[in-house]
């Protein structure tokens, strides 16, 4: 299988090293990422400016762009003869639940493969502090589980899959569960501050304060120690049909985690 590699964390990120350690020995795979970090940039393209490639390694692209810039040099350019059957976007450097999906640059390079209808996978770990062990291998292996298992088979047209792994080991993940966006609250604090010039300039430091309480939602899976796999509808999600997606979770489970 030709699997596409994209992030928004860059090219020599961690999280899409481990990925590419684990799907490259079984798959054909490629890495296509930004030269530098390009986090929080949401669904952002170069149409202003043009766009640099440099092949770091084989099969490992920098690009000057942002992460769905990725996706189209690796769909239009580097893979044009060989179109990818799947893309997957991450592993990103802490979650992608709830509405944040909206902002992430790895859950728009996701979006713009299914828009040029590949299908597609976003995928996050979940950390509650930057001073832990970030358990990249254990959500790369959770992918090329979930790509076993043919999960982007039966995916819908126009939707992608978003992923939040909990950083935990293996051993002490709970199972999968198929869930829907849910909601995080955040504060509206804006910090102000005076530069070396005596000019103000602002930092938005919006506060993390919970989820909305639902025990569907993928920040409620993620807290309760579960792998949230989370179809994300792009045009119009309201006659979407999820059971294939949803047997391929009770497969996932019934072979990995029950």
Same mark, same amino acid.
């Given at each position: ?9 860059? %090219? ?10 684990? *799907?490259? !020995? +079984?798959?054909? $795979?490629? &890495? ?90 976003? %995928? ?10 970030? *358990?990249? !291998? +254990?959500?790369? $292996?959770? &992918? ?102 949803? *047997? ?11």
């Amino acid at each position: 299988m030709k699997v596409l590699l994209a992030n928004d964390d860059g %090219v020599m990120a961690p999280g899409i090293r481990a990925l590419y350690k684990e *799907l490259s !020995p +079984v798959h054909d $795979t490629t &890495i296509i990422a930004p030269s530098e970090e390009r986090s929080t940039t949401g669904h952002s393209l170069s149409l202003d400016k043009p766009l640099r490639i440099e092949k770091l390694e084989e099969k490992i692209y920098a690009c000057s762009g942002y992460p769905s810039d990725c996706v189209l040099m690796g769909l239009g350019h580097v893979l044009k003869d060989t179109r990818p059957d799947v893309v997957v976007s991450g592993i990103n450097r802490g979650a992608n639940l709830g509405q944040d999906l909206y902002y992430s640059g790895t859950v728009a390079a996701a979006r713009e493969a299914a828009f040029h209808h590949v299908p597609s996978i976003a %995928v996050s770990l979940v950390f509650n502090s930057v001073t832990e062990d970030h *358990l990249y !291998p +254990v959500a790369a $292996t959770v &992918i090329k589980w979930c790509l076993e298992a043919g999960i982007h088979k039966v995916i819908p047209p126009m939707t992608l899959i978003n992923i939040n792994v909990p950083n935990l080991p293996l051993n002490e993940i709970r199972g999968c569960k198929l869930t829907e966006i849910g909601f995080r609250r955040y504060s509206e604090e804006i910090h102000a501050r005076i530069d070396a010039r005596s000019r103000e300039y602002f930092w938005i430091a919006g506060i993390y304060e919970g989820y909305w309480p639902n025990p569907n939602s993928d920040c409620e899976a993620v807290s309760n120690g579960m792998i949230s796999i989370t179809p994300h509808a792009l045009i119009d999600g309201s006659n979407k049909d999820y059971s294939e997606l949803a *047997l391929c979770v009770e497969r996932l489970n019934a072979k990995y985690f029950i």
